[in-house]
């Protein structure tokens, strides 16, 4: 099953900032809508972000204003950029479609602390 493939984190400071990346295939691209999900261990995975195939998005509450989800359909891509990060950000990101369809990846590890 196609599995997308997350990248860009790492250790950043309160304030700081981050974008992610998640490199899917064509056939993703072309029929799925996309988003970025968070995990914390003990948690629920939380979707945080999420990318229409038409471009519309919508956000988690917790991330609104501070996070942004783009597609470049031609890089077959999905970024997450994110801003004003928090400690409560720290999780593991991991991309999929929205709903989730797909194998999960990996994902990418984030930490936010001083």
């Known amino acids: 099953q196609v599995q997308p493939v997350e990248s860009g984190g790492g250790l950043v400071q309160p304030g700081g900032s981050l974008r992610l990346s998640c490199a899917a295939s064509t056939m993703v691209f072309t029929f799925y809508d996309m988003g970025w999900y968070r995990q914390v261990p003990g948690k629920q995975r939380e979707l945080v972000a999420r990318?229409?195939?038409?471009?519309?998005?919508n956000y988690a509450d917790s991330v609104k204003g501070r996070f942004t989800i783009s597609r470049d359909n031609n890089k077959k891509t999905v970024y997450l950029q994110m801003n004003s990060l928090k400690p409560e950000d720290t999780a593991v990101y991991l991309c999929?479609?929205?709903?989730?369809?797909?194998?999960w990846g990996q994902g990418t590890q984030v930490t936010v602390s001083s």
């Open positions: 999929n479609a929205a709903p989730a369809a797909l194998s």
């Open positions: 990318i229409s195939t038409g471009g519309t998005t």
